[in-house]
């Protein structure tokens, strides 16, 4: 997974795995979602992140990884 932020473009791009984008589509003004060829999502991009209605702090990015329950406990 890769996070790359472009101030100059103003963007985020959210790449999920490193396979080639067959196919994009704007999900919502300035939502940008990538697919692969078995239409799996590969891909998010946000455009215009200081314009947006809450923009976004390039220098406040929180990561939290939740971890998963063994199955005794979801029991």
């Known amino acids: 997974m890769n996070l790359h ?4 473009a103003d963007a985020l791009h959210l790449q999920l795995v490193d396979v080639p984008v067959v196919e994009s589509e704007e999900m919502a003004p300035g939502i940008i979602v990538d697919y692969d060829a078995s239409n799996q999502v590969v891909g998010i991009e946000v455009l215009h992140l200081s314009k947006r209605p809450r923009p976004v702090n390039l220098t406040d990015f929180r990561f939290h990884a939740t971890p998963k329950k063994s199955p005794a406990a979801a029991a």
């Open 5 to 8: 932020i472009d101030e100059e």
